[in-house]
């Protein structure tokens, strides 16, 4: 490495540590980015430490980054003057990097605390909403949900027994359909309700001039069963949330910080919850929990599963108080 870069680079900056905590990487971490063999034609490290490090610098775009790395003496040192473009930095952290970073992460904050450049004594952590790249008025709300699907399920519960007291009256039995299999109408699931509609189906093959049975059954089928069903598979993407957007189920709809309309519009978004101790971030999450409340459990055993010890002593602001 030449020379007159090293001995501008002061001891104590931060892109030696960055340098230092980087080599100390296990190749390993690498090796899993190129599955197939083979390499790029840069050091993977060496992209690496130049990310790191611009990120550090709040320098987030690739060709940013590629500028730096020909002017900035700093990322010329880390990049022993190579001069990879902005294409190669933005493949190897968007192809082959992303599935690693977590793992590169955590193994950079180890480092941190062996070195003694961190001492998890004082762990400040805050939350910030983000707003998700998704269409605001694609919102799904978790009762509206709840309320379709009751009164759809009363309604099959209607047409059921419609069908019931019909056959009743033409002193019938109601061979092989036992509709209390569908139990009441909050225990009715799409596959309790497809399998009676196959029962009604092969009841029309044997009366095909039945117009009223004909008439439930295409409702059944085409309508009530399908809507059934698209109402179980939101309330299985909400789980214990009260909302998504459809354009990305996994945002929820939250109250940004800032609301330049100052209407309490609510956006989709997610949760972000970071944490820092002597300006280094031991710890960050993303969560689709609006209350920063509910993040800080999580969050903090996140930092445990990193680090292998949480901090002797956590400071958050009042919005924790509840945890």
Request: hydrophobic share 35%; aromatic share 8%.
């Amino acid at each position: 490495m030449p020379m007159d870069l090293q001995e501008d680079i002061p001891q104590n900056h931060l892109v030696r540590i960055v340098n230092d905590a980087v080599d100390r990487l296990n190749m390993n971490l690498f090796t899993k980015a190129y599955p197939g063999g083979g390499r790029d034609s840069y050091h993977p490290k060496m992209l690496t430490k130049i990310i790191i490090y611009a990120y550090t610098q709040r320098i987030y775009s690739s060709r940013q980054i590629a500028k730096a790395v020909r002017e900035n003496i700093m990322f010329m040192w880390l990049a022993a003057r190579q001069r990879p473009d902005f294409r190669t930095i933005n493949r190897f952290r968007s192809e082959r990097m992303k599935d690693v970073l977590e793992s590169i992460f955590t193994a950079v904050l180890q480092f941190l605390v062996e070195a003694k450049y961190v001492k998890l004594e004082h762990y400040f952590v805050d939350g910030t909403k983000i707003e998700a790249n998704a269409n605001r008025y694609t919102f799904v709300w978790g009762k509206a949900v709840i309320k379709h699907k009751m009164k759809l399920q009363e309604k099959v519960q209607t047409l059921f027994a419609t069908i019931e007291e019909a056959e009743k009256q033409e002193d019938q039995v109601l061979r092989g359909l036992d509709l209390s299999e569908l139990g009441e109408a909050a225990d009715m699931t799409s596959e309790k309700l497809e399998h009676a509609v196959q029962q009604l189906e092969q009841r029309l093959e044997a009366k095909p001039k039945d117009k009223p049975l004909k008439k439930t059954v295409r409702i059944l089928r085409k309508d009530l069963l399908p809507r059934l069903q698209k109402y179980e598979s939101q309330q299985t993407i909400l789980g214990s949330r009260n909302s998504f957007s459809k354009t990305d189920p996994d945002a929820t709809f939250m109250r940004m910080k800032e609301d330049h309309m100052r209407n309490g519009q609510l956006k989709p978004g997610y949760n972000v919850q970071i944490g820092t101790e002597n300006q280094f971030i031991l710890g960050y999450s993303v969560h689709q929990r609006p209350t920063d409340t509910r993040c800080l459990k999580p969050h903090l055993e996140k930092v445990k599963h990193a680090l292998g010890a949480l901090p002797s002593t956590i400071i958050a602001d009042a919005g924790y108080g509840g945890e």
